[in-house]
């Protein structure tokens, strides 16, 4: 079993930053990749960000290309969404996940290939 669990939302104004943490525990978590998705009321859950295992191979949905960054670190088992430039349409309910491949040299965006999720953290941008 894994166990996620996030932190660092909250309500931050447009422009605003904030940084995102996801705890991981129960597994080897330096083999797999993770992922940050988000979902906002009413609509479907989306790719944000993904790490590879060693964090050497980043990707990013093109609505957040430039203004977030994610990072992991192997000994602390943590992963971090650092988010820019933050805007009333990043408003959402931010997942981390666990990438199921071990040691995946390609990291997909479908949800269907994350098999651990952590509960959400909140993110609301205010204009």
């Known amino acids: 079993q894994v166990q996620l669990v996030e932190s660092g939302g909250g309500l931050v104004q447009a422009g605003g930053s904030l940084r995102l943490s996801c705890a991981a525990s129960g597994r080897t978590f330096s083999n797999y990749a993770m992922g940050w998705f988000r979902q906002a009321p009413g609509k479907e859950r989306e790719f944000v960000a993904s790490?590879?295992?060693?964090?050497?191979?980043?990707s990013f949905a093109d609505s957040v290309k430039g203004r977030f960054t994610i990072s992991r670190d192997n000994v602390k088992n943590m992963v971090y969404l650092q988010m820019n430039s933050l805007k009333s349409e990043d408003t959402a309910v931010y997942y981390c996940?666990?990438?199921?491949?071990?040691?995946?040299?390609?990291?997909?965006?479908?949800?269907?290939?994350?098999?651990?999720w952590g509960q959400g953290t909140q993110v609301t941008v205010s204009s």
């Open positions: 996940a666990t990438h199921y491949p071990f040691r995946a040299s390609i990291v997909g965006r479908s949800p269907h290939e994350y098999a651990y």
């Open positions: 790490i590879s295992w060693s964090g050497g191979s980043t």
